[in-house]
Structure formats: C-alpha cells, structure tokens
C-alpha cells in the first residue's frame, strides 16, 4: 500500500495556529478581515466563495463580500477597487474570476494593492517569488509544498516534476521548490501540453506533481515505485445518482500501491490551500499594521 499523504491532519494543526494568532490580533484591536470581490457569474465562484466564508469563521477571521453587477464597467470597478484598498479595516483581497467578459482581467488584477493581493497574482508579487522574496503565494502552490515539508518529504536535491505550468500553481510552484532555501532546493522540470516524451519525464521524478485539470490523466505508466506523488487536481462532476464528485488528475487506484506515496483527493492537497490562504491573509494584516 502507497502512504497516503492527508492534507487534514496538518491543516488542523495549522489552522489552530492561525486561530490563535487571529485571538491576539483581536485583544490588539485588530479584527484580521478578509474580502472577496465577485464581478461575474460563475456558479463555482459561489462554492469556492462559501468555503472562503466558512474557513474564516473556523479562525475567528471577518469575511466581507463585495458584489458587483454587469453593468460596471473596468474603470468604474478599477476605482472601486482603489477605494477599497485604501479601506485600513479590509486586510486581504481576492477577486474571484472570471470575470463578466466585458470586464479587462488584466487591469482589474493589477489594480488590486500588492499589500492586500492574498492570491499573490499581482505582478510585484508573482516577481517577488520568482527572486525568492518574502511574498503573497498563491495558496494551492503554496499547499503543494506545505504538504511535502509538513510530511517529511525530503525536497532538497530531488527531482521534481510538475505537470502544468498556469500561474497560480505550476509556474509558482517550481519557483518555490527551487529557491535556495530550507524545504526547497530541489531540481525542478515543468512539463505542459507541448512537452515530448511526458511519461518518460514523469518516471524519472523523485517527486511528481499533477497540475493539469484532466481528470485521471496520471497513471502507473508514468510512474515508478519510489515516487512521491502530490495530486493537485480537483476536477468537478456529477455522478449517475446526481452526486457531486471531485476527482483529481491522478487515476489513484491505477497509482495506489505501485508509489511510495501519494495524495488523495479530496483530501490531500486541498485542506492546506485553505490554511494557505488564511496565512496570506496574516501576512497582509502584518503588512498593514506594520
Ligand atoms: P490550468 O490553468 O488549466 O493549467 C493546466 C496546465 O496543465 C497547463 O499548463 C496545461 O498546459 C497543462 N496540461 C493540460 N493538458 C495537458 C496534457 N495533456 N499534458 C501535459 N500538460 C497538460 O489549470 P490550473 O488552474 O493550474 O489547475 C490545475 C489543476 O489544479 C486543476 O485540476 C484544478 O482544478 C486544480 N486546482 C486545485 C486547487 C486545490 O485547492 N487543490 C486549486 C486550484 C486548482 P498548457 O499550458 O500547454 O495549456
């Protein structure tokens, strides 16, 4: 049988950490607040919103929603979003996408404070990582990581593979796993939808990391028995009884057993997403009350 590497766990732990730091910012007269801002309609914008919601109630963190409707247009939700950074009560932003279509992503993300940008999407953070700074991660490269430090997983000198190159896990990931730093130093290839001879780069990782959103896309054929392997996938349906499932991009009962260990999903890499992003919002309360 495979280790299975549960997410958790660790999140737990973590997350009483976070509580309590939450605990003293408050006695402090620091009410660590959390925003999201939603201008489009995706119903999985919902979900993911609620589970924001719910994470925050867990540490004693204020959740607050901004709502936008179709017809703002990108300078009018610019300039919202300038007000509310310089709102000192709203510590951390995420703006949910996609966006209405009518509405420039670009400019809207590049809008959002560097000091309050949680998802670390802004620009100066995405260059912050790359050059090994102290920044805003985004939260499920973060995971990804946390998952094999947290478990033991020696990184360091490894070979990492990472299937996937989007930048909020893939290209912030490797850059991560690469930095000359305690948990990292590992020799990392990205491999995406152009890359030859996939399954060869995959057999040859000490590490494999899936990033794809193709649901079951990993299997034994890219394996080898000594491999770790963080499945990062979250691949949504709906089963024959109408139940909502997630699946990840690894097939595990092709992998399971066949690896030293693996992640399951759910499970795995998700629960510590979410304390990544609780942690962001830390950092960004520190920022501000510096
Ligand atoms: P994305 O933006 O769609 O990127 C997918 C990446 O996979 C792209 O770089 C793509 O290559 C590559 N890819 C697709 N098909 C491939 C193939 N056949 N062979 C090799 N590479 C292939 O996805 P994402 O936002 O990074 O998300 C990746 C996965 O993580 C999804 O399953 C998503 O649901 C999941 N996710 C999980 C969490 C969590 O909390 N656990 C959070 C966010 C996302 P190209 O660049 O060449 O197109």
Redesign the pocket.
């Known amino acids: 049988m495979s280790i299975l590497l549960k997410g958790g766990p660790i999140a737990k732990v973590i997350r009483k950490e976070i509580k309590a730091k939450i605990e003293k910012y408050i006695s402090q007269g620091i009410i660590p607040t959390l925003g999201v801002l939603i201008a489009g309609n995706d119903p999985a914008v919902e979900v993911y919103t609620a589970m924001i919601e719910k994470n925050c109630e867990k540490v004693g963190a204020v959740f607050k929603l901004y709502r936008f409707s179709e017809n703002i247009n990108t300078e009018k939700l610019a300039s919202e979003i300038v007000d509310i950074n310089r709102d000192p009560l709203v510590h951390g932003l995420i703006m949910m996408l996609p966006l209405w279509s009518h509405i420039d992503e670009k400019i809207i993300l590049n809008t959002i404070s560097p000091d309050k940008d949680i998802d670390g999407v802004h620009p100066v953070n995405a260059g912050k990582n790359v050059l090994g700074e102290e920044t805003f991660v985004p939260s499920?490269a973060q995971?990804s990581k946390d998952i094999l430090n947290y478990s033991q997983i020696e990184v360091s000198g490894k070979h990492v593979v990472i299937?996937?190159?989007?930048n909020?896990?893939?290209k912030p990931l490797a850059n991560l796993l690469i930095q000359k730093a305690e948990g990292a130093n590992a020799t990392v290839t990205v491999?995406?939808?152009?890359?030859k001879n996939?399954k060869d780069i995959c057999r040859s990782a000490d590490i494999l990391i899936a990033?794809?959103?193709?649901p079951n896309?990993i299997t034994e054929e890219f394996t080898n028995p000594d491999q770790v392997i963080v499945d990062?996938?979250?691949?949504e349906s709906i089963d024959k009884e109408g139940n909502y499932i997630l699946t990840g991009?690894v097939d595990f009962n092709s992998v399971n057993d066949k690896v030293a260990a693996v992640t399951p999903v759910p499970g795995g890499?998700?629960p510590l997403?979410n304390t990544a992003l609780l942690n962001n919002l830390l950092k960004a309360v520190e920022i501000q009350t510096k």
């Open positions: 499920t995971a299937v996937g190159r989007s909020i896990v893939g491999c995406h939808s152009r890359t996939l990033a794809i959103g193709s896309f990062v996938g979250m691949n991009d890499v998700s997403t």
